[in-house]
């Protein structure tokens, strides 16, 4: 945890990136795409992947897509969480080396912004976590290059903790353990879904309730100050969050600063490992929402707010498989 600016007492949050995990089984369907579908089109395609949050220590956090990603219905791996992405498959590799990625990464970070501001991302979450795949498959020589990234929004301050991240176990009494794995597990099962990539929750010393972003008012309705948050986490490091809270807290800012001062945030991993369910590895720690969107904003003042948000995203990567 680097120092936060401003208060030499707090720190501030980093995150750890996606690393792409693209299947053998992505290229061959991309292929077929290609040369029964696509052929010379290169008009931007909807695609989806998914990301998992019970891998063992030392994996990287990745988002994957297999033979399936072409099919925004297809069903999601058990326990994973969906994404959704657009491809940009061009016809060249001059075309490819060519690719704007600066506009595609502004306009895939105003759709994630657009989202949020219209409420969207808290009826649907699974749009924050969109991500840009840009193409060429040279099918002559069987060469395919790609360049992947999962763009996040940038608050123009960092996010200061307040308590640092600890492990669940260290927090929750197994008693309590056992009751959010039981009420997460319900919420799964009651919305037909194999994970929640985000939800609420509230708890005390017997008793954990879960419950969906969209009813965050009524949920909260007796919060004064603070709010906890549950977020499906693909990272398994001691002290940092993985990317899909990064646009989360930037939603987080926008709806609720005005009415929170700050954020706990319990990063949910859940693994097993023969034939035992553990989530005690999961971390949670508090964080500050920015001052920004504490005093509500004029209608002229919002759009100096959602201008001050800058895109970023994490090490971008170009691979050729051969």
């Not at 029964?36 to 998992?52: H, M, Q, S, T, V």
């Not at 309705?221 to 693909?234: H, L, M, N, S």
């Not at 920004?292 to 498989?321: D, H, V, W, Y």
Request: glycine letters at 4%; aromatic letters at 12%.
């Amino acid at each position: 945890m680097a120092a936060a600016t401003g208060d030499p007492g707090l720190f501030k949050l980093q995150f750890a990136p996606f690393s792409s995990a693209l299947d053998v089984g992505f290229w061959h369907e991309l292929t077929q795409k290609k040369l029964n579908e696509y052929r010379l089109d290169e008009a931007p395609k909807d695609i989806k992947g998914y990301y998992f949050n019970g891998d063992s220590a030392g994996l990287p956090a990745r988002l994957t897509l297999e033979f399936s990603a072409f099919d925004r219905n297809a069903p999601t791996p058990a326990h994973c969480c969906p994404a959704v992405g657009t491809l940009y498959n061009t016809n060249t590799l001059e075309a490819f080396k060519a690719a704007d990625k600066k506009l595609l990464l502004e306009q895939a970070a105003n759709e994630i912004w657009e989202s949020i501001k219209s409420g969207a991302a808290l009826r649907n979450p699974v749009l924050l976590n969109k991500f840009l795949l840009l193409t060429f498959a040279d099918l002559k020589k069987y060469h395919f290059y790609y360049w992947f990234c999962s763009p996040a929004l940038c608050l123009p301050e960092s996010i200061p903790l307040i308590q640092g991240p600890v492990g669940l176990d260290q927090r929750f009494s197994p008693k309590q353990i056992q009751a959010l794995e039981r009420a997460y597990d319900d919420l799964c099962q009651a919305e037909g879904v194999p994970a929640l990539p985000y939800f609420l929750i509230k708890y005390d010393e017997n008793t954990v309730l879960v419950s969906l972003l969209k009813h965050y008012s009524g949920f909260f309705q007796d919060q004064r100050t603070k709010i906890t948050v549950g977020v499906y986490d693909p990272c398994n490091l001691a002290q940092y969050p993985g990317w899909p809270l990064r646009n989360f807290l930037v939603l987080a800012a926008h709806k609720w600063s005005s009415s929170f001062q700050s954020v706990e945030v319990l990063c949910f991993r859940d693994r097993t490992l023969q034939g035992v369910r553990d989530i005690t590895h999961s971390i949670i720690f508090e964080v500050k929402l920015p001052e920004m969107a504490f005093s509500p904003a004029a209608e002229g003042e919002k759009s100096t707010i959602s201008t001050s948000l800058s895109m970023c995203s994490p090490p971008l990567n170009r691979e050729q498989l051969c």
